[in-house]
């Protein structure tokens, strides 16, 4: 499949590691080093040689490191059908990346989220109630389900990336942004598994800070929204 991992990463462990293993029959991998420090080189320098392992100095943030990896795709790999984020903790099953590249490939013009369920026993109580919260008030404010606001697991056309490169946040509100930058394209949603490994105690999102970055994006783009609209409305009466 021509499409191209692209794997942020901070203060990664071997996990990191067994996802390259298992994602070798991509031609073209991209991994950023998002500032993770020294103390992280032996990870770094352990991945294969026909990786591509792009350096911040300091963290800037996963949206950063998205869009870093995303202008070195367009420029690079034009030609290619698109790119898949990953996250780098190995709770991506390595058989969902390859379902939702097949979905890309099937529909090409879409994006294409690999969508967790948080029904089951033992989602951490965080991460349930972030989700359902995140979840309806995007589609509150603005009109689409999506049953999986911030999944990493994305397959992105090759021809979205410009657009996603103007988006403005660099941290974990980026996603978001993104959704609600596609939220008039066509969106497939894939069911994956739901793997949350340790309590999920090795991802770097503040339940709080970050959750409160991502409601106020949200509300931003509603009051952008509904000032567009009464300034259409203003246009149309004089």
């Keep these: 499949m021509n499409i191209v991992p692209l794997i942020p990463a901070y203060k990664p462990d071997e996990s990191l590691l067994k996802l390259i293993a298992g994602l070798g029959h991509y031609p073209q991998i991209v991994v950023i080093n998002d500032g993770s420090g020294p103390e992280f080189d032996h990870i770094f320098q352990a991945l294969p040689p026909g990786v ?12 950063a490191a998205l869009k870093t990896g995303m202008a070195y795709i367009q420029e690079h790999f ?11 903790d190995g709770q991506h099953r390595l058989a969902d990346v390859e379902r939702v590249c097949q979905e890309l490939t099937a529909h090409p013009k879409a994006l294409v989220l690999g969508v967790r369920s948080f029904t089951r026993a033992g989602i951490p109580l965080r991460s ?15 009109g689409k389900f999506i049953r999986d606001t911030q999944t990493g697991l994305r397959p992105i056309p090759t021809s979205y990336i410009p657009e996603l490169l103007q ?16 939220r008039r394209r066509p969106v497939r949603q894939v069911t994956i598994e739901t793997v949350y490994i340790d309590e999920n105690r090795s991802s770097h999102f503040d339940p709080v800070g970050d959750s409160l970055k991502i409601y106020k994006t949200l509300i931003r783009c509603r009051l952008r929204s509904l000032k567009n ?7 149309r009466s004089s």
């Design 52 to 63: 591509t392992l792009l350096q911040h100095e300091v963290n800037r943030g996963k949206g």
């Design 78 to 88: 034009p030609d290619c059908l698109g790119l898949v984020t990953v996250d780098a």
């Design 128 to 142: 349930r109630v972030g989700n359902i919260v995140t979840r309806l008030l995007f589609f509150a404010l603005v």
């Design 167 to 182: 988006l403005k946040p660099d941290r974990y509100e980026y996603e978001l942004e993104v959704l609600l930058a596609c």
């Design 229 to 235: 609209t009464l300034s259409g409305r203003g246009h």
